[in-house]
């Protein structure tokens, strides 16, 4: 039982993320009850300025998730394009390509030299621009400037290792990542809540995200080159450069890396905008109603993400309808996690917020708001999952757009009509178009009546669902 647990990559996913929610459920409070309200929003926008840094990525790491699952499949090459993939062979009794993916891992090498230096360039320019109007507030201490510093060498290690965590996820290792994960959140768990007592700096937070980060780093790459090496596969030539390989990568992941960058703006936009606001008690009170529906969103969005690499698999295959089985079942529970957690949080989020804080989540309006368009952008985003796995990407410039408007309307919006005017912009922008077009392509690929697929989905969903726990049960 328990080795059935601690390999399946779903509830191994579960787990990691657990320990994060963990990290709200006891860290969370601290936090606000620690610091004042300058500090919290200091440490909510280092995080936040830290996936700036990480969008540096540019998209390769998807790409290598996908190219890495398409070699493990038994493919010669990653289709460049929807045409490519429409005119790919089925590949004929699949064997593993370690050729392919050896060039593939060194190839990475090369493209994170560039982009590691990229990440480190933003947070060294714009990262300084959008962090300093919260360190004055808080009254310029040396502190948070040293925090701020550390978060440099944190966000480049971590994008390092993006390329290897992508190969492990792409080599079907999601319960491995996943569990190491857990045991490394737990930690960090535990090591926040003793700083936390003792009153001290986020300084010394970051400086444990960074061992932490670095512990994960080597971790991760010994996993992946043991992998190699059990199938007695040598890395000889760690620089070699395959550039049909590369070409293959940067024809999804310029377009991947533009829909990212659009997407965080569409994100976190918002919150770039507040933090440049002088009232600290809203920033705060916004701030902390945004990361709480982030881990909402995010926990949710692992029941299908932790199943991408066979999402990538079965769409190599073109076995689409074991691809419409799968989604559908995955969907439904991440949908359902979505709609009760946020609901709890509209009906308990004050009350709890109480027992530990004077901050307050935002009004209820904004709060229905700010859940629907969560949920909203959460099931166009697990159809442009599937959709991206032919490794056709559409979706970057209505992205790109969307999110230059959110940021540049709300920035201008802010001072007539405050939070009200950045909220209702944000979901009117994605309902105008992201909401429905990745569906309506996705549905399209899996020959998926959207008639069908509104009674379908719930019925496929409930009944997927009801036979994993019976299965795991009888086990």
Request: aromatic share 16%; hydrophobic share 50%.
């Amino acid at each position: 039982m328990i080795r059935r647990i601690l390999n399946n990559s779903t509830l191994m996913s579960w787990a990691s993320y657990l320990t994060q929610f963990g990290s709200g459920l006891f860290v969370f409070p601290l936090l606000l009850k620690v610091y004042t309200d300058e500090v919290k929003s200091f440490w909510f926008l280092t995080e936040t300025i830290s996936g700036l840094a990480l969008m540096a990525d540019m998209g390769f790491g998807s790409a290598l998730t996908r190219a890495a699952s398409y070699f493990k499949a038994g493919a010669n090459y990653v289709p460049r394009n929807k045409k490519e993939y429409d005119n790919a062979a089925v590949p004929e009794n699949p064997k593993i390509n370690f050729t392919k993916l050896k060039d593939l891992l060194t190839t990475s090498f090369t493209i994170y030299y560039f982009l590691t230096a990229l990440c480190i360039l933003l947070l060294c320019t714009l990262g300084t621009v959008l962090i300093k109007n919260v360190i004055y507030l808080a009254g310029n201490p040396i502190d948070l400037w040293i925090g701020f510093i550390l978060l440099i060498p944190y966000c480049a290690i971590s994008i390092n290792g993006v390329k290897w965590r992508s190969f492990l996820r792409g080599l079907d290792f999601i319960a491995v990542e996943a569990r190491f994960s857990t045991v490394i959140g737990a930690i960090k768990v535990v090591i926040f809540i003793i700083l936390l007592s003792f009153s001290l700096s986020p300084a010394y937070l970051i400086a444990c995200l960074l061992l932490l980060e670095i512990i994960r780093f080597y971790y991760v790459k010994w996993f992946v080159l043991n992998w190699f090496a059990k199938f007695n596969v040598k890395i000889e030539n760690r620089r070699y450069f395959d550039k049909p390989i590369f070409n293959s990568l940067w024809s999804a992941s310029w377009r991947l890396g533009g829909i990212f960058w659009g997407n965080y703006f569409v994100e976190q936009g918002n919150s770039l905008i507040i933090s440049q606001i002088k009232n600290s008690s809203l920033m705060a009170s916004f701030l902390i109603t945004t990361k709480i529906l982030t881990y909402i969103k995010q926990f949710s969005q692992i029941t299908l993400y932790s199943k991408i690499p066979t999402v990538y698999e079965l769409s190599a295959q073109k076995k689409m309808k074991e691809l419409k089985t799968l989604a559908s079942g995955y969907m439904f529970i991440g949908l359902f996690i979505m709609v009760s957690a946020t609901s709890a949080l509209a009906l308990f989020g004050n009350w709890a917020l109480g027992l530990f804080s004077d901050n307050r989540l935002v009004p209820m309006f904004l709060l229905i708001i700010m859940g629907l368009a969560n949920f909203l952008d959460m099931h166009a985003s697990y159809h442009a999952g599937i959709y991206t796995s032919t490794n056709h990407i559409p979706f970057l410039w209505p992205t790109i757009i969307s999110g230059a408007v959110i940021f540049i309307m709300g920035y201008f919006l802010l001072p007539g009509y405050g939070i009200v005017g950045l909220v209702m912009l944000r979901f009117l922008v994605q309902l105008a178009f992201n909401n429905w077009y990745a569906v309506f392509l996705s549905l399209r690929l899996l020959k998926w009546p959207i008639r069908n697929y509104i009674y379908e989905l719930p019925l496929f969903g409930a009944r997927f669902t009801y036979e994993k726990i019976r299965g795991f049960i009888s086990r």
